[in-house]
């Protein structure tokens, strides 16, 4: 089934589409009418990916920093456009003063130094 979506998705070449014709597989029931895609649907595939992987890391802005090896600013930046795409109007905040654990995560990975951290903590 993935398979298909993504043959489907080449072939449109992610241009909008309307589904005539739905079959229920169970029954094979035929419907006909004019449905639009759910919005998810409607993604690119590979926010259709993105967002799969950002629903599987449960959320976590970290594993989608190791996942995709980008910055925390990239994924909120990359969640707000898809937030925009899907109408949804919340805006994601891409500089926010960073928290106490992910400040320690950073001064961990050694992305900043003991002073630093010190400083930020301070905030």
Avoid at 42 to 67: A, C, N, P, W, Y
Avoid at 70 to 88: A, D, F, M, Q, W
């Amino acid at each position: 089934m993935n398979q298909d979506w993504k043959e489907l998705t080449a072939l449109t070449g992610g241009a909008p589409i309307t589904v005539e014709r739905v079959r229920l597989r169970s029954s094979s029931i035929c419907i006909e009418g004019s449905f639009d895609l759910p919005e998810l649907a409607q993604l690119s595939l590979e926010d259709q990916v993105f967002i799969t992987q950002f629903l599987q890391s449960h959320g976590s802005i970290k594993e989608m920093e190791r996942l995709f090896a980008v910055s925390y600013p990239t994924i909120k930046s990359r969640l707000n456009k898809i937030c925009e795409r899907l109408g949804l109007g919340l805006a994601v905040e891409t500089n926010p003063s960073p928290g106490k654990s992910e400040i320690l995560d950073r001064l961990e990975r050694g992305e900043i130094t003991a002073d630093q951290a010190l400083e930020a903590l301070r905030k």
